[in-house]
């Protein structure tokens, strides 16, 4: 008895091991549109800046949050991958080429999405997110690349770029707090939907 009781128990807990893993790695056809959707938002910001000249605030980077938020780290990077092929078919954008750029435009969304995919919206955790990507990103990949790119040595590219990275983090922080509130009901609708779509499995899998 003891021993179906732990078979029982094991099996319980490879199915919800597998619940997790088809929810993490796999998309339903209603997400996969609304990650099309996303992408193109995404990729309209990316010609939209906010603020004064000295002080401008491009609005691409939200694009990225809502990867992240909503579709985690694996689509999410997928997503910012899809989105930057795009960008460099579209705009014709040559640093788009740079497997770098690249692999910044995947490791993005992903790192929001460690930070907020499945989570509470929290001050704290904005704040983490953004300064991860800040310091990883935007300060140590891109002015590595910037600094190929252009010729200019890496301290001179660090140097020049480093009052831009300490001021616009926190203006683009509070525009992602009030982006991701926005967007907590339209996760809330995801979650529901693939919770009712495991019940109706559930349900048809009881009945085979």
């Known amino acids: 008895m003891i021993k179906w009781q732990q078979l029982q128990k094991l099996r319980g807990k490879r199915g919800t091991m597998n619940k997790y893993k088809d929810n993490f790695f796999k998309l339903s056809l209603?997400?996969?549109?609304l990650l099309g959707l996303v992408i193109a938002i995404k990729l309209c910001l990316s010609s939209v800046a906010i603020g004064p000249a000295f002080f401008k605030i491009g609005l691409a980077f939200l694009g990225s949050v809502a990867l992240g938020y909503l579709f985690g780290p694996v689509w999410?990077?997928?997503?910012?991958?899809v989105s930057s092929l795009l960008h460099l078919i579209i705009f014709g954008d040559k640093a788009n080429v740079l497997l770098g750029t690249m692999l910044s435009a995947i490791l993005v969304p992903m790192i929001y999405g460690f930070f907020f995919y499945n989570k509470e919206v929290k001050i704290w955790r904005v704040v983490m997110g953004h300064l991860t990507v800040t310091i990883l990103i935007n300060?140590?990949?891109n002015n590595y690349l910037f600094s190929l790119v252009s010729g200019v040595s890496l301290q001179v590219a660090f140097i020049q770029r480093l009052p831009k990275e300490v001021i616009l983090p926190w203006g683009q922080m509070i525009l992602m707090y009030f982006v991701l509130k926005g967007l907590v009901p339209i996760r809330q609708r995801m979650i529901s939907y693939e919770k009712s779509k495991n019940r109706i499995q559930e349900m048809e899998?009881?009945?085979n």
């Open 30 to 33: 209603q997400n996969l549109v």
């Open 76 to 81: 999410g990077g997928l997503g910012g991958l």
């Open 139 to 141: 300060i140590m990949l």
């Open 205 to 207: 899998g009881e009945t």
